[in-house]
């Protein structure tokens, strides 16, 4: 059973720049959901991936967006980069069933960390 | 919405002492999850013990357990033995029935020294 592995591990961008970061989902689960880790704070929920769909966002512009595959893999695309984008980012999967007990269990990847100039 | 608060931003034990992580949260829902999550320096957020809000007994893992008092909304996580690989950010965490998200508090650094 493969765990949750994210790409890249870091990078460096300046300010106005886009980037895109990409989550390949734990083996079974069907649902991707995409964190902001700012430095000394908790992660923040920015969205969540499911059936190719985007169900659920946190409070983050539209800038922040996302992609979804049918091997349920993911992407997170951001514009326009400000400073405060600074942070990690934590892509982590779960499976989502009728039942909300699976849907809790989130498996989460090591992070991409994103530093903005 | 959902607040999590942990009051402890750094906390240090002697290997083998235990020591207790406190947490507190908001909530208006009645099915809901709590999290117990460690971060080491790799970064990585791993889980380290679950509760079902609906369950009165206390979760366990091994050297880890939870005091669980709901109507208070208070989560503390208890470390018996503590180990040098315990040493961590540990962040608890909400998860609701409707939003479907969790949501983190501001974590607390736990240092065990040898």
């Known amino acids: 059973e493969t765990g949750v592995t994210q790409s890249p591990t870091h990078l460096i961008k300046t300010r106005g720049q886009q980037v895109t970061l990409r989550c390949s989902s734990q083996?079974?689960?069907?649902?991707v959901s995409w964190y902001q880790q700012a430095l000394g704070q908790g992660p923040q929920f920015i969205f969540q991936?499911?059936?190719?769909?985007?169900?659920g966002r946190g409070n983050f512009p539209p800038r922040f967006s996302g992609l979804q595959f049918p091997n349920y893999s993911s992407e997170l695309n951001v514009n326009a980069l400000e400073l405060d984008d600074s942070a990690l980012y934590l892509c982590?999967?779960?499976?989502?069933?009728?039942?909300?007990?699976?849907?809790?269990?989130?498996?989460f990847g090591a992070g991409s960390r994103l530093t903005v100039l | 919405a959902q607040t999590v608060t942990q009051s402890q931003p750094e906390m240090s034990v002697q290997e083998a002492e235990t020591v207790t992580l406190s947490c507190t949260y908001d909530?208006?829902?009645?099915?809901?999850?709590l999290f117990w999550y460690k971060q080491p320096p790799s970064r990585q957020m791993i889980l380290v013990i679950r509760?079902?809000?609906?369950?009165?007994q206390n979760a366990t893992e091994n050297r880890f357990s939870v005091n669980f008092q709901k109507a208070a909304k208070s989560f503390s996580l208890k470390i018996s033995d503590s180990q040098l690989g315990d040493t961590a950010m540990y962040f608890c965490?909400?998860?609701?029935?409707?939003?479907?998200?969790?949501?983190f508090g501001s974590g607390t650094q736990l240092t065990v020294l040898p």
């Open positions: 982590a999967s779960s499976l989502l069933t009728s039942s909300l007990s699976g849907a809790n269990v989130l498996t």
């Open positions: 083996s079974g689960h069907n649902t």
């Open positions: 991936y499911y059936r190719e769909e985007e169900n």
């Open positions: 909530t208006s829902e009645s099915n809901y999850y």
């Open positions: 509760q079902e809000a609906y369950k009165q």
């Open positions: 965490a909400f998860f609701s029935g409707s939003a479907r998200q969790l949501t």
